[in-house]
């Protein structure tokens, strides 16, 4: 039975290490490296979410440490920007502080994976930092969650929260174990926007009233399954907008307002469910006219999160990567 575990990159196993993906891919692992500049490493391992702050700079959750590391996007520089967040609960898995974003110069973090239902004594849900090391929890989508269960079969009742997006005054939040996406507002109500089929939803992307998201898809993650949606406020009926590139993770706007998307990569299968992509096989795609999504750069290392600033792109890894792509637009 496909329980739709968890996201990219994790399982319910209390064992889980970062290679265990070589083991299960048959085919051989690709031996190269994408045509980017990696500016910084050592963030961390299980590392899925990103922003740019308000200072410019490229922020990064790291949620077995409870921390939210600052990236300078020039020379690479990791500080820390908060601590004291609720940390990994299992070890080696993901969790604790999964994405960050911010509205005008406040942070707000999404925690994930770290309530009763998954051993953790914390709310799972969306922090306030009001300080270096001091937070407020703003909403806790864990118990709504628990308390409005999805209509698909279920392993975790909190959920798997994912990503996060400031829109209209809150946040959206994608859940990618519960097939939906919520709105979050800043007083703490939650409402359910859409809900979905097995897709697995991830990341998302906003221009204007219109919201875009990506599908990893059901298992075993087919490249027609990996697909950028769209869906406007009172009509949340998702329209496609590109697909065709394998367990979709994240979508941006870069330069000239094109759409781009990660491909975490190519699925190992056979495997167990929420296994990592094969490592160097994911990459940075582009949405054509058709409908169609073209590869800019490939050989990226199980990417997870995607950023532009100006035409550069950086991309973060599940390992705690990030490499920056430079003049995206002029790529073929």
Request: aromatic content about 8%.
């Amino acid at each position: 039975m496909n329980w739709k575990r968890l996201v990219l990159g994790i399982t319910l196993s209390l064992v889980i290490i970062m290679g265990s993906s070589h083991a299960a891919f048959a085919g051989d692992i690709p031996d190269c490296e994408p045509a980017a500049t990696r500016i910084a490493s050592g963030l961390g391992e299980f590392l899925v979410g990103s922003t740019v702050g308000p200072d410019g700079a490229l922020y990064v959750p790291e949620g077995a440490a409870g921390r939210i590391w600052r990236v300078d996007q020039k020379t690479g520089e990791a500080t820390t920007f908060a601590s004291g967040l609720p940390k990994t609960v299992v070890l080696g898995d993901l969790g604790g502080a999964v994405d960050v974003a911010f509205i005008d110069d406040t942070a707000y973090i999404l925690v994930t994976l770290v309530g009763k239902d998954y051993g953790g004594n914390d709310v799972v849900g969306i922090y306030r930092m009001d300080g270096p090391d001091s937070y407020t929890v703003i909403a806790d989508i864990g118990t709504w969650s628990m308390d409005h269960p999805p209509i698909p079969e279920f392993v975790v009742p909190s959920g798997v929260q994912f990503s996060m997006q400031p829109y209209k005054g809150g946040f959206l939040v994608t859940d990618g174990h519960h097939n939906r996406v919520l709105f979050v507002r800043l007083n703490g109500k939650i409402t359910e926007l859409v809900a979905f089929s097995d897709v697995v939803p991830t990341g998302l992307a906003v221009w204007g009233n219109r919201i875009y998201m990506t599908e990893a898809g059901p298992i075993p993650h087919h490249p027609q399954d990996g697909k950028i949606i769209t869906f406007k406020p009172k009509s949340y009926t998702p329209k496609e907008v590109a697909s065709g590139a394998s367990m979709l993770i994240d979508v941006e706007f870069g330069p000239g307002r094109t759409l781009y998307a990660l491909s975490h990569g190519i699925w190992p299968d056979p495997s167990y469910e929420g296994a990592p992509a094969v490592p160097n096989t994911g990459s940075l795609v582009k949405v054509d006219e058709n409908g169609s999504l073209t590869a800019v750069i490939g050989c990226l290392n199980q990417p997870t999160s995607l950023e532009f600033i100006g035409k550069t792109a950086y991309a973060l890894t599940l390992g705690g990567e990030i490499w920056k792509i430079d003049n995206v637009s002029s790529l073929p």
